[in-house]
């Protein structure tokens, strides 16, 4: 993937088709934008994740991983700035 192929990805929600309506960020939801690593620019809706498990982050599935389709990334908040969370690298 080059960088025009990841523009499109910039200000979509993780996890939906980038045609689709839900993939435009709703109102009354809360994201965490995905700074770094195979899913830079993409949103994460925290909406329903509780609190509490905001500091243990998320891996993520994503075929644009090192390891392919059925690799994650792996994700967490920044400490100085929850709502951005950060690459910590990929896992299989």
């Known amino acids: 993937m080059d960088s025009d ?9 993780y996890g939906h088709d980038p045609t689709a309506p839900e993939a435009a960020p709703l109102p009354g939801h809360h994201y965490a934008e ?13 909406t329903t994740l509780p609190p509490e498990a905001h500091p ?12 392919g ?3 994650r990334s ?14 910590q690298g990929d896992l299989r």
């Open 5 to 13: 192929d990841e523009r499109p990805l910039r200000g979509r929600v």
């Open 74 to 87: 792996l994700y967490q908040p920044r400490p100085t700035a929850p709502s951005r969370w950060d690459w």
């Open 69 to 71: 389709p059925e690799g």
């Open 34 to 46: 995905l700074v770094g690593g195979p899913l830079d620019g993409l949103l994460l809706d925290i």
């Open 56 to 67: 243990e982050g998320a891996a993520l599935p994503t075929a644009l991983s090192t390891h």
